[in-house]
C-alpha cells in the first residue's frame, strides 16, 4: 500500500491549491483520510480529515477555508485550499487508515510530504 501525494507549490496569498492523496496497491477498503502539515520549527498538525461516509473535521486554522474531500472509486483524497495566507506555508502529509488484501488489520499509512508555500 502506498499513499503519494501530490499538489503543492508556490502560490500567493488569497490564492488556492488543489492537494491530492491517491492510494495504490492491493486494498480492501479505506477509512479516515488525513491532512496534516509541519511548518518549519513546529509540531506537525492535524488540519483535515474525513470518514469513508463523507463525514468532515477541520482545525479552527482553516475553518471556511479548506476543504476535504474524496473519490472512494478512485482511492483518492483532496484538500483544495482557498484563501491561503503566509501562516499556511508548510509540508502538507496525507495519511489513512487502510485494510490491505491479505491482512485481518487497519494499518496507518502516511504518504511522502508535498511542500505548500505562500508568499508574494
Known amino acids: 500500500v502506498q499513499l503519494q501525494a501530490s499538489g503543492g507549490g508556490l502560490v500567493q496569498p488569497g490564492g488556492s491549491l488543489r492537494l491530492s492523496c491517491a492510494a495504490s496497491g492491493s486494498i480492501i477498503s479505506i477509512n479516515r483520510m488525513y491532512w496534516h502539515r509541519q511548518a518549519p520549527g513546529k509540531q506537525r498538525e492535524m488540519v483535515a480529515h474525513?470518514?469513508?461516509?463523507?463525514?468532515?473535521t477541520y482545525a479552527d486554522s482553516v475553518k471556511g477555508r479548506f476543504i476535504i474531500s474524496r473519490d472512494n472509486a478512485k482511492k483518492t483524497g483532496y484538500l483544495q485550499m482557498n484563501s491561503l495566507k503566509p501562516e499556511d506555508t508548510a509540508v502538507y502529509y496525507c495519511?489513512?487508515?487502510?485494510?490491505?488484501?491479505?491482512?485481518?488489520?487497519?494499518?496507518?499509512?502516511w504518504g511522502q510530504g508535498t511542500q505548500v508555500t505562500v508568499s508574494s
Open positions: 495519511n489513512a487508515d487502510v485494510l490491505p488484501y491479505g491482512s485481518l488489520r487497519w494499518g496507518d499509512y
Open positions: 474525513i470518514t469513508s461516509g463523507g463525514s468532515t
